[in-house]
């Protein structure tokens, strides 16, 4: 499937418009794009209580910033923390990968300025070259994409079979960990062929959300109002901190057995949509 054009409206969501103009005021941005946004509604009624309804969504931005850009983790977090209403994965890229396409990133640039929703644009942004689709997606050799892509994979694969070994030799920490690295790279050698896009924030979860933008057969994993998924995200995110930063966390052995059948369902369907991509890009040539 080809890249398809988003229209959007701040009337379809108000709370964002205030997000937006948060962001401007913090961050000064040249140009902030919507490239897509998921919707759900969940109803509820009952003998004895009043019909109520829950919309919750989910809003994807690319930020384009004049200079050296902030680090695209930092305003990630900043992002998670300063919009209450749903969730917003926020990419971060130099303004210049709207206007040179040889620059890594810039088919993904080409592709949102093309068909996503302006938000916010800055005075005198110049417009850039327009692209049709195949040049969107050929922008770089194929084989280089789906070499970047496959090296992730391969670094995902080896991290889910040392996990496992873990596992058996009941080393539930380091299991843990080598799950949480497997995930990561999973979904990043998804984005890296879907997108083409390099993401620069490393939380495992939010590369997992970044990946609801172009399939949502992972959206069942990893479910923070399901409380045994919300402990399992809890543990992989923290695990990486003590890691890295030696804070204390030990999973148990239950924890790392539900870990270890949930990530088998999880790297089933990423293989299955890494060789669908793969071929979809190929039959492109």
Same mark, same amino acid.
């Given at each position: 499937?080809?890249?398809?054009?988003?229209?959007?409206?701040?009337?379809?969501?108000?709370?964002?418009?205030?997000?937006?103009?948060?962001?401007?005021?913090?961050?000064?941005?040249?140009?902030?794009?919507?490239?897509?946004?998921? =919707?759900?509604?969940?109803? &509820?009624? /009952?003998? @004895?209580? #009043?019909?109520? +309804?829950?919309?919750?969504?989910?809003?994807? *931005?690319?930020?384009?910033?004049?200079?050296?850009?902030?680090?695209?983790?930092?305003?990630?977090?900043?992002?998670?923390?300063?919009?209450?209403?749903?969730?917003?994965?926020?990419?971060?890229?130099?303004?210049?990968?709207?206007?040179?396409?040889?620059?890594?990133?810039?088919?993904?640039?080409?592709?949102?300025?093309?068909?996503?929703?302006?938000?916010?644009?800055?005075?005198?942004?110049?417009?850039?070259?327009?692209?049709?689709?195949?040049?969107?997606?050929?922008?770089?050799?194929?084989?280089?994409?789906?070499?970047?892509?496959?090296?992730?994979?391969?670094?995902?694969?080896?991290?889910?079979?040392?996990?496992?070994?873990?596992? =058996?030799?009941?080393?539930? &920490?380091? /299991?843990? @960990?080598? #799950?949480?690295? +497997?995930?990561?790279?999973?979904?990043?050698? *998804?984005?890296?062929?879907?997108?083409?896009?390099?993401?620069?924030?490393?939380?495992?979860?939010?590369?997992?959300?970044?990946?609801?933008?172009?399939?949502?057969?992972?959206?069942?994993?990893?479910?923070?109002?399901?409380?045994?998924?919300?402990?399992?995200?809890?543990?992989?995110?923290?695990?990486?901190?003590?890691?890295?930063?030696?804070?204390?966390?030990?999973?148990?052995?239950?924890?790392?057995?539900?870990?270890?059948?949930?990530?088998?369902?999880?790297?089933?369907?990423?293989?299955?949509?890494?060789?669908?991509?793969?071929?979809?890009?190929?039959?492109?040539?």
């Amino acid at each position: 499937m080809g890249v398809q054009s988003l229209s959007f409206s701040f009337n379809q969501s108000p709370s964002l418009q205030d997000f937006v103009s948060k962001l401007i005021s913090k961050y000064d941005p040249v140009q902030l794009i919507c490239f897509g946004f998921t =919707e759900e509604t969940v109803s &509820s009624k /009952s003998c @004895f209580g #009043y019909p109520a +309804a829950n919309d919750t969504h989910h809003f994807f *931005l690319l930020m384009l910033t004049k200079g050296r850009p902030p680090r695209e983790k930092k305003v990630q977090n900043w992002a998670e923390r300063n919009y209450e209403h749903g969730k917003i994965t926020l990419l971060v890229q130099d303004f210049k990968c709207a206007l040179k396409p040889y620059l890594s990133g810039a088919s993904f640039t080409a592709a949102v300025r093309q068909n996503g929703t302006v938000l916010y644009a800055a005075d005198q942004f110049p417009a850039g070259k327009r692209v049709d689709d195949a040049e969107i997606y050929l922008s770089i050799k194929l084989g280089a994409r789906i070499d970047k892509a496959s090296y992730h994979k391969e670094l995902a694969e080896g991290c889910y079979e040392a996990a496992g070994s873990s596992l =058996e030799a009941e080393h539930w &920490s380091t /299991s843990v @960990f080598l #799950y949480s690295e +497997a995930l990561q790279q999973y979904c990043l050698a *998804l984005t890296r062929l879907y997108l083409n896009v390099n993401p620069k924030f490393h939380n495992p979860m939010q590369l997992l959300d970044l990946c609801k933008c172009y399939t949502m057969r992972l959206s069942g994993f990893f479910r923070p109002e399901i409380t045994e998924d919300h402990r399992l995200s809890t543990y992989l995110v923290e695990i990486r901190n003590m890691v890295h930063y030696g804070t204390d966390i030990e999973p148990d052995m239950n924890v790392t057995y539900y870990l270890d059948e949930v990530m088998t369902q999880f790297r089933g369907i990423c293989l299955e949509l890494f060789d669908f991509k793969v071929k979809e890009l190929e039959e492109m040539t």
